[in-house]
Structure formats: structure tokens, C-alpha cells
């Protein structure tokens, strides 16, 4: 190759992103990302599976373990979402059903699997605050979803926050009004 086309060549590269731990669109960098980011990333990979071909869990489970990166996530919250959520979907479709404004088939299996992990992280997760499982969720709508996809899991989310972690949700919002005041 000669100088001129290496030149060329750097020209057309797109311009570098700054190390701010965000890409360009808004979305966390991989480097930046805790364990328990990358393992709610992987269980909203095989609720996707779960949701839309039906896979089991097993059969999601080894291939999610086989995926790359997947050795830098936390195992043991992984399992739980993945586990947690499959056989409790019921339970989980019951409490979203009536913050939705149309059928749960008409939403995306992205939003409804980062809704599954929210409320899943609400009702067993209390080391997690509430508003941490919040952004996290909308974090993988923003990542994995459709454009606005994430405006409609914190909508939602937003709504049950309230419900499943009442004590926790009043006294920040108090908190708050304190110190705007």
C-alpha cells in the first residue's frame, strides 16, 4: 500500500469518539460497564430468545454462556433475571398489562423483556435502588431497542416504581421536594 492511499484511507475513518464512556448515540461503553450492567445485557438477550422463539432456558443458558464477554458479567444476577423472570412471566405480564396503552404483543420483545427485568429487579433485587433498576432498563431500551422504545419502559417502569418499592420511591421524591425548596 502506498502513502497516498494510506492517507486516503484515514481520511474517510469517522471522527474519534471522546472517552467519555459514552458512544455517539448516547449509549455506554463496553469498557464502562459493571458486572451487573453486562449481565442484565445478556438476560435481556435470552429473554429475546425466550420471548420470541419460545427457546427453554437451558437451551438459552448454554448459549448465552458461550457468548463473547459474557465471563466479565455477574453470573449470579444473570441467572436470577434469566430464571427469575422466565418463570415468573405471568406474574411479571400481570403487573405491566395495566401501565400499557395497547396489548402486550404490540409492544416490542426488547421492552417487554427490559419491563420483565425492571419489575423482576423491583419485587427481588432491594440491594438495587429503585431508580439504579430504572436507568439500567432504559439503558438497554436505548441500546437494544427501537427509537423510542426506552420513553415507553420508563414510562411504565415509572408507573410500578411506586407499587413494588413504595417506601423507598416516597421517600426519595420527599427528599427531593426538600431540597428544591
Not at 53 to 59: D, K, P, R
Request: hydrophobic letters at 35%; charged letters at 25%.
Amino acid at each position: 500500500m502506498s502513502e497516498e492511499q494510506s492517507s486516503d484511507s484515514s481520511a474517510n475513518r469517522p471522527a474519534r469518539q471522546s472517552r467519555t464512556g459514552l458512544t455517539s448515540t448516547g449509549v455506554r461503553k463496553a469498557a464502562s460497564k459493571s458486572n451487573r450492567s453486562r449481565a442484565r445485557e445478556f438476560a435481556l438477550q435470552g429473554l429475546y430468545q425466550h420471548i420470541v422463539g419460545h427457546n427453554e432456558v437451558l437451551e438459552i443458558d448454554r448459549f448465552t454462556r458461550e457468548l463473547a464477554g459474557f465471563h466479565k458479567a455477574d453470573v449470579v444476577h444473570y441467572d436470577a433475571l434469566l430464571r427469575g423472570c422466565v418463570e415468573n412471566e405471568a406474574a411479571l405480564d400481570a403487573l405491566i398489562t395495566p401501565k400499557l396503552d395497547r396489548g402486550l404483543t404490540a409492544i416490542s420483545p426488547i421492552e417487554h423483556a427490559c419491563m420483565w427485568i425492571g419489575v423482576y429487579e423491583f419485587q427481588n433485587c432491594l440491594d438495587v435502588p429503585w431508580r439504579v433498576v430504572l436507568n439500567e432498563c432504559i439503558e438497554l431500551a436505548k441500546e437494544f431497542g427501537g427509537t423510542d422504545g426506552h420513553k415507553y419502559v420508563n414510562a411504565v417502569l415509572n408507573g410500578l416504581a411506586p407499587e413494588l418499592r413504595a417506601t423507598e420511591v416516597t421517600h426519595d421524591r420527599s427528599a427531593q421536594k426538600k431540597s428544591a425548596s
